[in-house]
């Protein structure tokens, strides 16, 4: 699998899941500047029209959207990256996906537009803050989001708990989150892949 990335954007979580999967990977870094190149060379805008990280290049095929690309790894080594396939504990675990994806993930999505005025950050902010509150709410007492081991609901909520300092938000005002970061962020894949992004 080819995964095109920018360093500590979304792709973040699927770079994660890949190296807890296993799978063999390559990455190519995608340039969002006037003509959107990624390092080697390639219009990025032909291969996902979309205009967003990640996209996975898999069998000759783009597959994009972080939510399905974790799925996809997770189905690849279900055994490294357990997912409900059944009953309500399925419902409860996409349940969970979407309200990363749709509600945490896509409520700070304009504070990375270009241009965004200063006037409307409080109120962006707001908004999300409220949802790293509910974030709070179900990563208290948890070691992990769903479960007893890790998941791509963790790799995506690793993800978006590294983005809390990106928008200078106060890390302590959340302790489970805080206790969490930490506590992911020393597992050896996540390690890997902040290092291979040069985040690390």
């Not at 241009?115 to 949802?131: H, I, Q, S, T």
Request: with cysteine; proline share 6%; glycine share 8%.
């Amino acid at each position: 699998m080819k995964l095109y990335y920018l360093p500590g954007a979304c792709s973040l979580a699927a770079h994660i899941a890949a190296l807890e999967a296993g799978l063999p990977l390559t990455l190519e870094l995608v340039s969002f500047g006037a003509d959107g190149r990624t390092a080697g060379g390639k219009d990025y805008y032909a291969i996902n029209p979309k205009g967003a990280v990640p996209a996975a290049e898999i069998d000759g095929e783009i597959l994009t959207e972080l939510a399905v690309i974790l799925q996809y790894i997770a189905e690849q080594n279900p055994t490294a990256l357990p997912m409900p396939s059944s009953g309500m504990a399925k419902w409860h675990f996409l349940e969970t996906l979407n309200f990363m994806t749709t509600e945490v993930h896509k409520s700070f999505a304009p504070l990375f537009a270009p241009g965004l005025p200063d006037e409307a950050k409080p109120a962006l902010l707001a908004v999300g803050k409220a949802k790293y509150d509910l974030l709070e709410q179900l990563l208290t007492g948890k070691e992990f989001v769903s479960g007893d081991s890790f998941t791509i609901l963790d790799a995506y909520a690793f993800l978006l708990i590294v983005w809390i300092s990106y928008f200078g938000l106060d890390l302590e005002q959340w302790p489970a989150l805080k206790a969490y970061k930490e506590r992911i962020g020393a597992r050896p894949s996540v390690q890997k892949a902040l290092k291979e992004e040069g985040l690390a």
